[in-house]
């Protein structure tokens, strides 16, 4: 039986999958192997390159070339020293040579050569001596290359741009250098690229709608089990196609636990939603992964704007390349998080301090007959944030987005005993967006949360005035039954009692607004 594969290159045989082949443009990158181009692939973690590169080694050699896949990932140990990193890099090269093509002849001389030749020389004279030994022109595949750092990165490109004037007959006719980043990026105390050869920059992306939704059609194939027609419209909005987010939901769904495995059981929106959380709550390593990443500066460069509902991004060019080469920020503008499982992901990692470390009795904002009580609740926070706050702002890393975080992760903490919170952020929005869901009986009732700051030089009225007009678009387009604005006004010299207030505003077509000053 086949099945969704979260782990390792896909095994179509064992996985459900999308043709590796078909993952990128076949026609050009044989046109490039065809013309001795060397080329770049990249794509973010998990998203199916070395699926695609094994199965384009497999095309190659078919077709007459002597094609050998290997990754330099092991030689990351070896930081800043060349020599240890070139005798991982070619006894790799050497056993994947052995095993793929049968060839002895790396695996025999690669260590006579590295003492010959030392470590910025040996890769070039391995290849060239290998490529004048091979009856078949060469094709080098090299996976994780920005896995090496510092000068083993550097040495590896310098030797192979030598040895670029020699193909094919006495250097490979074609590499292709596939990692997270395009190779641009790698300049390595320098100013310019140490690899500048590269013909072509290749990105694979995601799955689209129609390839995600093949890949759950496999499965109903093969077991009868069917998705729901809002589980498939759940697993493409969550995930917009990142392809371990997909396959990680569907995985979840139909195959851990025993009453999901029963095929007479249709897959439903609600079964999506948990296994969505479950991912979550368990911080699985890709998520962890991702998550990881908010530490470095040029990724919070990039995210605290998109958090704090600024108009101005700080982030340069390179930041947001940077981060969208991660897969954290979509390809396409505006700049925002790729899709929403991340955008759940950002918040909730960057509060989860407050989220461990609060307190909560959850019963007290429930009311008798189940519903949940938002305006209790928000008098809560208010009285939190008031008591609070000074204490938390200074725990948070992102600085400027300190009270939208604060205020995620308060309503997270207690609404999720029994409903979810849904998050909508972006670059130049000047607000944060949540829709609290809660179930009721039957049916599921919803609520607008949003968050504005007043800032230094802004004004309140025109700040609440701005804002209640669009908490109430935001009820529009959800019908949510009610609307709550919260307004943190940051502005030096303000006193609590001038910036704590709870009023109602009506927005200009008549729809009732709470705002909630702090």
């Given at each position: ?20 082949l ?31 590169l ?15 896949y ?45 003492a ?8 070039g004279?391995a ?33 192979l ?12 006719q074609?590499?292709v ?13 320098s100013?310019?690229?140490?690899f ?10 995601d ?12 499965h ?19 995930t ?6 997909v ?48 530490r ?15 108009d ?27 899709n ?16 461990e470390e609060l ?40 600085e ?9 992760a ?37 609520y ?12 309140l ?58």
């Amino acid at each position: 039986m086949r099945s969704f594969n979260t782990t390792g290159p896909v095994k179509p045989d064992k996985h459900y999958c999308v043709p590796p082949l078909e993952r990128f443009d076949l026609d050009e990158v044989l046109r490039l192997v065809d013309g001795e181009k060397y080329f770049v692939l990249h794509a973010p973690r998990q998203t199916g390159k070395t699926s695609s590169l094994l199965a384009l080694c497999d095309l190659l050699n078919r077709q007459g070339y002597g094609c050998v896949y290997t990754t330099v990932e092991t030689a990351r140990t070896a930081r800043d020293d060349v020599e240890e990193a070139m005798r991982t890099v070619l006894s790799g090269l050497g056993s994947r040579a052995r095993l793929t093509l049968g060839d002895e002849f790396l695996a025999r001389e690669w260590s006579g050569i590295l003492a010959e030749f030392g470590p910025n020389g040996a890769l070039g004279e391995a290849l060239t001596r290998w490529a004048e030994a091979s009856p078949k022109p060469l094709v080098l595949l090299i996976d994780e290359i920005d896995t090496l750092q510092g000068d083993p990165l550097l040495s590896t490109l310098q030797q192979l741009r030598a040895g670029y004037p020699m193909r094919p007959g006495a250097f490979p006719q074609c590499v292709v250098l596939c990692g997270l980043r395009d190779v641009r990026d790698y300049r390595i105390r320098s100013t310019s690229s140490p690899f500048n050869i590269v013909a072509k920059s290749l990105r694979m992306g995601d799955f689209t709608r129609e390839e995600t939704l093949t890949l759950l059609d496999q499965h109903t194939r093969e077991t009868g089990q069917a998705f729901t027609d809002d589980a498939r419209e759940a697993i493409w909005t969550q995930t917009l196609g990142q392809p371990w987010l997909v396959n990680a939901l569907a995985y979840e769904t139909c195959f851990e636990s025993e009453a999901k495995r029963d095929r007479s059981r249709p897959i439903t929106a609600d079964d999506i939603a948990e296994a969505r959380e479950d991912l979550i709550v368990r911080r699985v390593t890709h998520l962890d992964q991702l998550a990881d990443k908010l530490r470095e500066d040029r990724v919070r460069r990039v995210v605290e704007p998109m958090l704090s509902g600024a108009d101005e991004r700080r982030a340069t060019e390179r930041d947001i390349e940077y981060a969208r080469d991660l897969g954290l920020i979509a390809r396409d503008k505006p700049v925002r998080i790729a899709n929403p499982i991340y955008a759940e992901v950002v918040p909730r990692e960057l509060g989860w301090i407050l989220q461990e470390e609060l307190d909560l009795n959850t019963t007290w904002y429930v009311d008798a007959d189940d519903s949940l009580n938002l305006d209790r609740l928000m008098e809560a926070f208010q009285d939190f944030f008031r008591r609070h706050s000074e204490h938390w702002k200074n725990r948070f890393m992102y600085e400027e987005a300190w009270p939208q975080i604060l205020l995620q992760a308060y309503l997270h903490r207690v609404v999720n005993g029994g409903g979810r919170i849904e998050r909508e952020y972006g670059l130049g929005r000047g607000r944060v967006d949540l829709l609290i869901t809660w179930p009721r009986g039957d049916r599921m009732r919803e609520y607008v949360v949003e968050c504005k700051v007043v800032r230094v030089g802004d004004g309140l009225e025109s700040t609440v005035r701005d804002g209640v007009e669009q908490t109430a678009g935001y009820m529009a387009r959800c019908a949510a039954e009610a609307g709550h604005l919260v307004v943190i006004d940051r502005r030096e010299g303000r006193s609590w009692d001038e910036k704590v207030f709870r009023r109602q505003h009506r927005s200009q077509d008549d729809v009732p607004v709470d705002v909630w000053g702090m």
